[in-house]
């Protein structure tokens, strides 16, 4: 079993020791969901690729992305602290591995081990940050630069500059029709913040993406190196991939 993909699991050191003999690893499908809201979580995952999507739903079958997990991170640790129900859909963009915990476990070796219960603690609160910024985002920003913000922490999550999802994916992240978002991609492309593909899109230029987005990114980013020191004290550099090794297709 490979816990190293994992950042959370790394920055914990030798305290990793106590959740070890615990963890299996699985591998999570293309749209799976791991919980609905208010169902008992019952199990954390450390990703060690890919990303997860915190869906909040509505009546109307409409979702909005509260938070977006990857490896640098785990979905499920709100448990840890008491928040036993959850109160989002978590589901899978696309196939990845993870380390899999019972919540137990987790809640146990915490009382063990005052940096783990420390980097929860400080986990949950960088989370909880986001998702009141994403929400501050979503009521005062245009959808083009809410687009951006997503577009550029996506890519940060994934450690990559390309994202492999379809745009109605984007859209749904949203909370917006895909009918928003087309022509906004087209005038990003236009522009050489980005070029796309089936089912994918590629960060060209991030600084003009940067200079296209709103502070909520910053702030986003200024919130998990604060809170989340032990994972992010050496961020790793994106690289862009040329226009040209792009397909053109739409």
């Avoid at 994992?6 to 591998?27: M, Q, Y």
């Avoid at 749209?31 to 450390?46: A, C, M, N, S, T």
């Avoid at 915190?54 to 499920?76: C, H, N, Q, Y």
């Amino acid at each position: 079993m490979r816990q190293g993909g994992n950042r959370f699991l790394d920055a914990l050191g030798a305290d990793l020791e106590i959740l070890r003999p615990h963890l299996s690893e699985v591998t999570l499908r293309a749209g799976q969901v791991l919980v609905e809201p208010g169902e008992e979580i019952g199990h954390v995952y450390f990703l060690h690729n890919g990303a997860i999507s915190k869906l909040t739903p509505f009546d109307d079958g409409s979702e909005i992305e509260a938070a977006l997990i990857g490896r640098e991170g785990a979905v499920g640790v709100i448990a840890a602290i008491g928040l036993v129900r959850s109160i989002t859909r978590d589901v899978c963009h696309v196939e990845a591995r993870a380390s899999r915990l019972a919540v137990g476990r987790l809640t146990t070796a915490c009382l063990a081990s005052p940096r783990l219960h420390s980097m929860v603690d400080r986990y949950v609160l960088w989370k909880m940050a986001y998702a009141i910024r994403s929400g501050a985002c979503n009521a005062r920003h245009s959808v083009s630069q809410r687009l951006c913000r997503w577009i550029l922490t996506c890519c940060d999550v994934l450690e990559s500059s390309e994202i492999a999802l379809p745009q109605d994916v984007f859209a749904k992240m949203l909370g917006v029709q895909r009918t928003s978002i087309n022509p906004i991609l087209q005038e990003l492309k236009s522009a050489g913040a980005v070029a796309t593909g089936r089912s994918r899109i590629v960060i060209t230029d991030r600084d003009v993406l940067l200079a296209r987005t709103c502070e909520c990114y910053a702030a986003m980013r200024q919130d998990q190196q604060v809170l989340m020191r032990d994972i992010f004290a050496h961020e790793p550099p994106l690289h862009p991939v040329a226009p040209s090794q792009m397909t053109t297709r739409s």
